[in-house]
C-alpha cells in the first residue's frame, strides 16, 4: 500500500470548538466583509491593500507585524482598506522547502499537522484581537477550508491551483471575495474560465459529503505574471496588459469585475523592492482611464519587518524564510503613498 495513514486529524468543527471566535469578533468580521464586499460591488470606492508576510511563520512577528499595520489602518481608513496577509500554506513548485505553518508550526522541526492545524487557528484569531484587522490567507488545500471559514474576510487561489476543478467548486461556496490568479502560464482564459465555474452553483463531493453551492459573485481575477517557456517572468500589471484584462471582462458573462495586482511573484520577478515601482505604475494607469480605476480595487504586496529573507533557522526576527519581503519601513511609507493616490 502506498498511503500510511499515520493518525486521524480533528476536524474543523473540533478545532473550532477547542479555539471558538469571540462574538465581538464575529461581528467585527461581519463588518469587515460587508465593507470589502461593497469594494467588489462598486459601492465603496476605498482601494484594498492586501500586505503581509510571504509565509505567516513565526505568531509573535507576524501579530507584531499586524498590529503596526493596524496603526498605519487609523490614518488611512478612509482612503484604504488594509487586509492583512496571514498565509499559513506556502505552495511549493518542487515540494521542497517550509510549506507553512499547517504543515510545520515550528519551521525547524518535523512536520506536525495537528499542531499545525491548532497553531494557524490561533494565530488568525490572536491578530484579529489584537488588531482589529481580518486578514487574507490563501486556500491551498480546499478540505481545510474549514479550519478558517468563520475567520477569513479574503482568500487567494493560486497560480498553481487556479486549474484545479475542487478549488474552482470549493471558492463557489464562499461567502467572502476570492482572488483567482492567472495561472504560470499566463494565460488570462484559464483564469476567467476559473472566475465564471466560480461565481456559479455546483453540487459535487467534500469531505464526505454530497453538497451544493450557491456561487460566489466576488470571485475576481488576480495578475501575477507569468513565466515563459525558458522560466523567464512576463509582468502582466502595464497599461495594456489591464486594457486586455478589461476587453476580455467585457466579453464574459461576469459578476462584478474586478481584478487585483499582485506587485511580487513574477510581476517583480521576486526583486521585492520593484513592488513599490510596480504598485505607482498601477496607480497611474488608474489615473489615466476611468475604466481601470472601476477595474482594478487594490494590490498584493509582500512585506514583513526585515526586509528580504533568510534561510530556515536564520534567526532573524520578522524575515521572511520563502520569498524575500519589503521591509517595514518602506512597506509604512508605500502605504501613505497609495492613499493620497488611490
Given at each position: 500500500?502506498?498511503?500510511?495513514?499515520?493518525?486521524k486529524?480533528?476536524t474543523p468543527?473540533?478545532?473550532?470548538?477547542?479555539y471558538?471566535?469571540?462574538?465581538?469578533?464575529?461581528?467585527?468580521?461581519?463588518e469587515?466583509?460587508?465593507?470589502?464586499?461593497d469594494?467588489?460591488?462598486?459601492?465603496?470606492?476605498?482601494?484594498l491593500?492586501?500586505?503581509?508576510?510571504c509565509?505567516?511563520?513565526?505568531?509573535?512577528?507576524?501579530?507584531?507585524?499586524?498590529n503596526?499595520?493596524?496603526?498605519?489602518?487609523?490614518?488611512?481608513?478612509?482612503r484604504?482598506?488594509?487586509?492583512?496577509?496571514i498565509?499559513?500554506?506556502?505552495?511549493?513548485?518542487t515540494?521542497?522547502?517550509?510549506?507553512?505553518?499547517?504543515?510545520?508550526?515550528?519551521p525547524e522541526?518535523?512536520?506536525?499537522?495537528?499542531?499545525g492545524l491548532?497553531a494557524?487557528?490561533?494565530?488568525?484569531?490572536?491578530?484579529i484581537?489584537?488588531s482589529?484587522l481580518?486578514?487574507?490567507?490563501?486556500?491551498?488545500?480546499?478540505?481545510?477550508?474549514g479550519y478558517?471559514?468563520d475567520?477569513?474576510?479574503?482568500?487567494?487561489?493560486?497560480a498553481?491551483?487556479?486549474?484545479?476543478?475542487?478549488?474552482?467548486?470549493?471558492?463557489s461556496?464562499?461567502?467572502?471575495?476570492?482572488?483567482?490568479?492567472?495561472?504560470?502560464s499566463?494565460?488570462?482564459?484559464v483564469?476567467?474560465?476559473?472566475?465564471?465555474?466560480?461565481?456559479?452553483?455546483?453540487s459535487?463531493?467534500?469531505r464526505g459529503?454530497?453538497?451544493?453551492?450557491s456561487?460566489n459573485?466576488?470571485a475576481?481575477?488576480?495578475?501575477?505574471?507569468a513565466?515563459?517557456?525558458?522560466?523567464?517572468?512576463?509582468?502582466?500589471?502595464?497599461?495594456?496588459?489591464?486594457n486586455?484584462?478589461?476587453?476580455?471582462?467585457q466579453?464574459?458573462?461576469l459578476l462584478?469585475?474586478?481584478?487585483v495586482?499582485?506587485?511580487?511573484?513574477?510581476?517583480s520577478?521576486?526583486?521585492y523592492?520593484?513592488?513599490v515601482?510596480?504598485?505607482k505604475?498601477?496607480?497611474?494607469?488608474r489615473?489615466?482611464?476611468?475604466?481601470i480605476?472601476r477595474?482594478?480595487?487594490?494590490?498584493?504586496?509582500?512585506?514583513?519587518?526585515?526586509?528580504g529573507?533568510?534561510?530556515?533557522?536564520?534567526?532573524?526576527?520578522g524575515?521572511?524564510?520563502?520569498?524575500p519581503c519589503?521591509?517595514?519601513?518602506?512597506?509604512?511609507?508605500?502605504i501613505?503613498?497609495?492613499?493620497?493616490?488611490?
Amino acid at each position: 500500500m502506498s498511503f500510511e495513514f499515520v493518525r486521524k486529524l480533528p476536524t474543523p468543527e473540533d478545532i473550532a470548538k477547542e479555539y471558538p471566535i469571540p462574538q465581538a469578533l464575529a461581528q467585527l468580521k461581519k463588518e469587515r466583509d460587508a465593507q470589502i464586499r461593497d469594494v467588489f460591488t462598486g459601492k465603496d470606492s476605498r482601494f484594498l491593500v492586501i500586505i503581509g508576510p510571504c509565509s505567516a511563520d513565526n505568531e509573535e512577528a507576524v501579530c507584531d507585524y499586524v498590529n503596526r499595520l493596524a496603526q498605519v489602518n487609523e490614518k488611512v481608513k478612509d482612503r484604504l482598506i488594509l487586509i492583512p496577509r496571514i498565509y499559513t500554506n506556502k505552495p511549493r513548485t518542487t515540494g521542497e522547502g517550509y510549506k507553512g505553518i499547517v504543515h510545520q508550526p515550528n519551521p525547524e522541526e518535523k512536520p506536525d499537522f495537528q499542531a499545525g492545524l491548532t497553531a494557524m487557528r490561533k494565530m488568525h484569531i490572536r491578530a484579529i484581537q489584537e488588531s482589529g484587522l481580518t486578514a487574507a490567507d490563501e486556500m491551498l488545500y480546499p478540505e481545510n477550508w474549514g479550519y478558517v471559514s468563520d475567520i477569513l474576510s479574503y482568500v487567494a487561489i493560486g497560480a498553481r491551483s487556479v486549474e484545479d476543478q475542487q478549488h474552482r467548486l470549493t471558492v463557489s461556496g464562499f461567502d467572502v471575495p476570492a482572488g483567482m490568479k492567472n495561472p504560470t502560464s499566463g494565460t488570462l482564459s484559464v483564469m476567467l474560465n476559473s472566475i465564471y465555474a466560480a461565481q456559479h452553483p455546483h453540487s459535487f463531493t467534500y469531505r464526505g459529503w454530497e453538497v451544493t453551492t450557491s456561487g460566489n459573485s466576488l470571485a475576481h481575477a488576480v495578475l501575477r505574471g507569468a513565466v515563459n517557456k525558458h522560466g523567464n517572468s512576463l509582468p502582466n500589471y502595464h497599461y495594456e496588459d489591464l486594457n486586455l484584462l478589461l476587453e476580455m471582462y467585457q466579453k464574459e458573462n461576469l459578476l462584478n469585475p474586478a481584478c487585483v495586482i499582485d506587485a511580487n511573484h513574477s510581476n517583480s520577478g521576486k526583486q521585492y523592492l520593484q513592488q513599490v515601482r510596480i504598485v505607482k505604475e498601477v496607480l497611474h494607469s488608474r489615473r489615466l482611464n476611468p475604466d481601470i480605476h472601476r477595474l482594478v480595487k487594490g494590490v498584493m504586496v509582500e512585506s514583513y519587518i526585515e526586509e528580504g529573507c533568510q534561510k530556515v533557522g536564520g534567526g532573524i526576527y520578522g524575515k521572511s524564510i520563502t520569498d524575500p519581503c519589503l521591509g517595514w519601513a518602506d512597506s509604512e511609507r508605500l502605504i501613505y503613498e497609495i492613499a493620497e493616490s488611490a
